[in-house]
C-alpha cells in the first residue's frame, strides 16, 4: 500500500514570493466615522460599534455617515412606491378603458424595470460619493509614494 500525499501547502512567504498587503477591508452598512479632528490617527478600534441610527442622524457635527445605514431601506421604499404606482396605473386604466389597463398590465413592468435600474443607479452613485469621501478623509495626514 502507497500512502497518499500530503495535502497542499500554499508557499510561505519569504521564499521566493513577494509580500502583499491583505485588502483593505469591506466597508460595512454601518455609520462609519469621518474622524476630522485627528488626521491620521486611528479611526476606532475593531469591533467597535458605529453610533446607532438616531444618534448618527442628529450628529450635527457630521462625524459619522448615514448614508451607508439608509440607503437599502431607501431602495426598498422606492421599489414599493414603483410597485404601487404601476399597480395603480393598471387599476384606473382598466377603470376607464379597459384597452389602456391591458397595456398598462402587458407594457408596465418593462418601465417598471427601467425605472428600479435608474433608481438603484442614483443611489449607487450617491452611496459611491459617501465612500469616495470616506476615503479621502481617511486619507488625510498620510504620505502617499
Do not use: N
Amino acid at each position: 500500500m502507497t500512502t497518499p500525499p500530503p495535502p497542499y501547502q500554499p508557499p510561505q512567504p519569504g521564499h521566493g514570493q513577494p509580500q502583499v498587503p491583505p485588502p483593505p477591508p469591506a466597508y460595512s452598512q454601518g455609520g462609519q466615522p469621518w474622524g476630522y479632528e485627528t488626521p491620521g490617527a486611528p479611526q476606532g478600534q475593531p469591533g467597535q460599534s458605529p453610533k446607532g441610527f438616531f444618534a448618527a442622524l442628529f450628529d450635527w457635527r457630521f462625524q459619522t455617515l448615514i448614508t451607508p445605514q439608509i440607503v437599502s431601506w431607501v431602495y426598498l421604499v422606492g421599489m414599493v412606491l414603483i410597485g404601487l404606482y404601476w399597480l395603480g396605473f393598471v387599476v384606473v386604466g382598466f377603470a376607464t378603458e379597459p384597452v389602456i389597463g391591458i397595456l398598462a398590465l402587458v407594457f408596465g413592468p418593462v418601465f417598471v424595470i427601467i425605472s428600479l435600474a435608474l433608481f438603484r443607479m442614483t443611489l449607487e452613485f450617491y452611496f459611491a460619493l459617501v465612500r469616495m469621501s470616506d476615503d479621502v478623509h481617511r486619507g488625510e495626514g498620510t504620505v502617499r509614494r
